[in-house]
């Protein structure tokens, strides 16, 4: 059977990015990588997919008099790609409901929080001054509203006494590139359906 085509978009370092990368290339997950998109053209995950010989292209949403128009713009080269499926890694910009309708249930996304809680940006930060004592990630299919949509799967750390921000979003971090890698790979292998609010992912 042809192997899943994903397209990962990016804005920054693509570590996540990577993590996709190295486990379609070590065979953990049965799909091929077709293209890393950007929307900033000095993202340094650019690099780190080149060398990887992985097709990129930049979309830079400041040659765009508005969001539809970069958003059409984004979709085309998705579509040239071939892409089936796509993985939001760290892309930081917020999609329109037009843009999401067109890959509802395969648009995909990494999420620094357990959802629904710690929806946003600094959530590490956010989950210590809450002094909540676990905290986490989560892979997500995207809807119109910000970080929504029903959950593939999600990993949970403890919030010790003593984290600061960055050795909480490190920890963290390490599971956003293990979850991300298992939710793909479940995808890839036809094992998950979504079934209103919830995902279902059939046994191996
Ligand atoms: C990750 O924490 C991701 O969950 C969030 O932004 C960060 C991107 O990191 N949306 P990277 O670019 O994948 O290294």
Redesign the pocket.
């Known amino acids: 059977m042809a192997k899943l085509k994903v397209a990962i978009l ?10 996709l990368l190295e486990a379609c290339a070590d065979g953990r997950v049965d799909a091929e990588v077709v293209l890393v998109g950007a929307n900033r053209p000095k ?3 650019l690099e780190t997919a080149q060398t990887a010989g992985v097709p990129t292209a930049v979309v830079n949403h400041r040659d765009y008099a508005d969001r539809p128009a970069f958003e059409e713009a984004l979709h085309a080269a998705l579509v040239a790609s071939g892409a089936e499926v796509v993985c ?5 910009r917020l999609l329109t409901d037009g843009f999401v309708s067109r890959w509802l249930d395969r648009l995909v ?4 929080s357990l959802l629904p809680s710690f929806k946003g940006l600094s ?1 590490h930060e956010r989950a210590i001054e809450a002094g909540v004592r676990f905290h986490g ?1 989560t892979v997500h299919f995207v809807r119109p509203a910000m970080d929504a949509g029903p959950i593939i799967a999600q990993a949970v750390v403890p919030v010790l006494q003593d984290d600061t921000p960055d050795t909480l ?1 490190a920890r ?2 390490e599971q ?2 293990r979850i991300y890698a298992e939710a793909l790979g479940w995808i890839a292998a036809g094992r998950v359906r979504v079934e209103g609010e919830r995902v279902l992912i059939s046994p191996a």
């Open positions: 990016i804005s920054g370092r693509g570590s996540n990015m990577a993590a993202a340094g995950g939001l890694a760290g892309f930081m996304n990494i999420h620094p959530t990630c979003t963290v971090l956003e590139h």
